[in-house]
């Protein structure tokens, strides 16, 4: 039986993936959408990292779809979970210096303005940021978890040789 710690790694990967699809589509439109070119590159930059979580989300999926629950990492698997994991790591970091300059940004500013665009920004953000905290532990324990299943079912399968079931 899957535990419940795989089962939400799973949901959060496409909920991250749904949510980044979107996001990024929204940026690519209002960006590229227009007849104005953009010389501001922390759009671009925005969009990037929200195609990174796309992708990263895809291979995390890939992964936990070929290799759960018993096969362990090895070979290109490995080295595209490690690739997946230091970009959802930089992707953190990024999500990390958004919350802290936009903290700082929103509410440093008058406290009594009527816009709340930007509160509303920082709570996707913080959303965002749970979410790709809660994959990013996933990944870092995913190596682990599939060896020790490996072992186990190799294990048992050992112990059960020359074990005759009587009828």
């Not at 949510?19 to 439109?29: E, K, N, T, V």
């Not at 990024?94 to 930007?118: A, C, M, R, W, Y």
């Not at 913080?126 to 079912?153: E, H, P, S």
Request: proline residues 2%; glycine residues 8%.
């Amino acid at each position: 039986m899957t535990p419940i710690k795989w089962k939400a790694y799973l949901i959060v990967n496409y909920s991250l993936l749904i949510i980044a699809s979107i996001i990024f589509l929204i940026i690519c439109a209002l960006v590229f959408g227009g007849n104005v070119v953009e010389t501001n590159p922390i759009p671009y930059f925005m969009a990037l990292g929200f195609l990174v979580m796309v992708g990263q989300c895809i291979i995390n999926l890939f992964i936990y779809s070929k290799n759960f629950p018993h096969k362990k990492l090895s070979g290109k698997a490995l080295t595209i979970h490690v690739v997946a994991t230091v970009l959802n790591f930089v992707v953190f970091l990024g999500l990390s210096l958004v919350l802290v300059v936009g903290t700082i940004i929103e509410f440093g500013e008058d406290l009594n303005s009527g816009d709340q665009t930007g509160k509303m920004f920082l709570g996707i953000c913080f959303i965002l940021w749970v979410l790709d905290g809660f994959i990013l532990f996933g990944q870092l324990t995913l190596a682990r978890f599939l060896k020790r299943n490996n072992m186990n079912l190799f294990t048992t399968m050992i112990n059960s040789i020359g074990n005759k079931v009587d009828e």
